[in-house]
């Protein structure tokens, strides 16, 4: 479902919601520093509009804070929507679209959908697994090259004694 997999991005602690609210969901922080709620977006924009902010939101804003989440690169692998990819399976303009379709149609879908907030846990939790499994992963190297490097390390009462050979001639 294509409309699940653009909520991903939205839900993701790296995307939307570390500065939007959406239904059920306000983001920390001051309220004066967040940005519109885009469950809303389908009553005041056009779809149109929501489409090109999205791609490119300094080229409608130029002083916008909103980064550029689906960047467009021709020569990119997926035309440029590559760290979009774990949530969304698509190239750039496919992952736009979804993200706009998602929006304009958010009303109907999380009617049908369980809450937001409900979603931004679950992605949260998500994250913060893959961070705990990635610095045991870490730990773990590091106690095996601790143990390679005191197996490797050389103890002279463990060494047989060599006797020193007299050699003539040299």
Known sequence: DRL???MQ???SQDYCVKCHAM???VPEGSPRGLAPDLGMVHKRLRAGYVQRWI???NGILAYTAMPQIVPYDEA???LGAE???KLFHGT???TVDALVDLLMNFDGYAKSRASVSGLVAESKAAKEAAAKEAEAAKEAEAVKEAEAVKEAEVVPEKLPKIEAKQTEGL
């Open 83 to 85: 760290q979009t990819q």
């Open 4 to 6: 699940a997999d653009a």
């Open 9 to 11: 991005i939205v839900v």
């Open 76 to 78: 990119k692998p997926y």
């Open 55 to 57: 791609a490119r939101p």
């Open 92 to 94: 750039s303009p496919e």
């Open 23 to 25: 239904g059920d969901f």
